[in-house]
T-cell receptor
Framework: DTEVTQTPKHLVMGMTNKKSLKCEQH?????MYWYKQKAKKPPELMFV???????INESVPSRFSPECPNSSLLNLHLHALQPEDSALYLC?????????????FGPGTRLTVT | AQSVTQPDIHITVSEGASLELRCNYSYGATPYLFWYVQSPGQGLQLLLK??????LVQGIKGFEAEFKRSQSSFNLRKPSVHWSDAAEYFCAVDTEYGNKLVFGAGTILRVKS
């Protein structure tokens, strides 16, 4: 199974809402990632988890809060978002962090902030 | 810091014609290079990767890429394009420190029948 799943597929939320994005993989990977992709732009790295610990935070605003409850699951908690946060949020995983392992991407969650 | 340039924003080719998508990278040491494809509204699928060794790498769906260190390039090729190849293609570089992918701006491929 080489699949990364993400739920929900689409999410519409108001600026005062709290919501969460979920990502799951069952490939035994120990590195997981969140990317943000604006329309007509490449993905931009947000967070990297290695062995369930946050290893990279690319200066992401605190209204985005990642969580890695176990080695298969990655969440992104959203609170008080702005309309400019509307984007496709991609999750990825790889066997480990370090020395170039390929990343497997999920289909993404399309987020719209109203 | 590493960076990737994809000079062509859009490319249109006829079905059955050959394809070459350009990618130039900037990184002082040994780069790890990838090509990903993304269909509209979808995630990214890895086409191929270069870590070391043979500079001509084969990927899925009939794609190949050639690493040329002297030109800092990693161009993607396909001898005969199919309509289903229409998508956006991203070149990406990772460093020896690992797993901090930097993507190029992407090239949108249109296939005309």
């Amino acid at each position: 199974d080489t699949e990364v799943t993400q739920t929900p597929k689409h999410l519409v939320m108001g600026m005062t809402n709290k919501k969460s994005l979920k990502c799951e993989q069952h490939m035994g990977h120990r590195a997981m990632y969140w990317y943000k992709q604006k329309a007509k732009k490449p993905p931009e790295l947000m967070f990297v988890y290695s062995y369930e610990k946050l290893s990279i935070n690319e200066s992401v605003p605190s209204r985005f809060s990642p969580e890695c409850p176990n080695s298969s699951l990655l969440n992104l908690h959203l609170h008080a978002l702005q309309p400019e946060d509307s984007a496709l949020y991609l999750c990825a995983s790889s066997p480990k962090v370090g020395t170039a392992y390929e990343q497997y991407f999920g289909p993404g969650t399309r987020l719209t902030v109203t | 810091a590493q960076s990737v340039t994809q000079p062509d924003i859009h490319i249109t080719v006829s079905e059955g014609a050959s394809l070459e998508l350009r990618c130039n990278y900037s990184y002082g040491a040994t780069p790890y290079l990838f090509w990903y494809v993304q269909s509209p509204g979808q995630g990214l699928q890895l086409l191929l990767k270069y870590f070391s060794g043979d500079t001509l790498v084969q990927g899925i769906k009939g794609f190949e890429a050639e690493f040329k260190r002297s030109q800092s390039s990693f161009n993607l090729r396909k001898p005969s394009v199919h309509w289903s190849d229409a998508a956006e293609y991203f070149c990406a570089v990772d460093t020896e420190y690992g797993n901090k992918l930097v993507f190029g701006a992407g090239t949108i491929l249109r296939v005309k029948s």
